[in-house]
């Protein structure tokens, strides 16, 4: 039951995954070339972001990507940072803010 319960959520989820990638990669090869390349990270906070939605799922992985934005800012954080192997423990889908590094 539980298997087939997870795999009905990833059907559920797929459509919301796929249209957020194409969004970001829509982003990445238009807009992002006239607002300048300067992210802080590698890989980008837009790689970073659509890697994330795609192997955890839209919400999960969106609010892993705000919270990779968010470090982006000046005063932030910069370097190698790829997305995470695995989900954080403490994460939970009603406390969308446990998924991400906010520092």
């Known amino acids: 039951m539980k298997r087939v319960m997870a795999r009905l959520l990833w059907l559920v989820d797929l459509p919301f ?3 957020a990638v194409l969004l970001i990669t ?3 090869y238009t807009l992002s070339a006239f607002m300048g390349r300067s992210c802080r990270h590698l890989p980008t906070c ?5 890697v994330a939605i795609w ?3 839209f919400w999960p992985g969106g609010w892993m990507g705000l919270s990779r934005i968010w470090r982006c800012r000046p005063g932030g954080t910069h370097g190698y940072d790829p997305v995470p192997e695995s989900l954080p423990e403490a994460a939970r889908w009603y406390r969308p803010w446990t998924y991400g590094r906010w520092k």
């Open 55 to 57: 192997t955890f799922g």
């Open 17 to 19: 995954r796929a249209v």
């Open 26 to 28: 829509i982003y990445r």
């Open 46 to 50: 837009s790689e970073y972001t659509g």
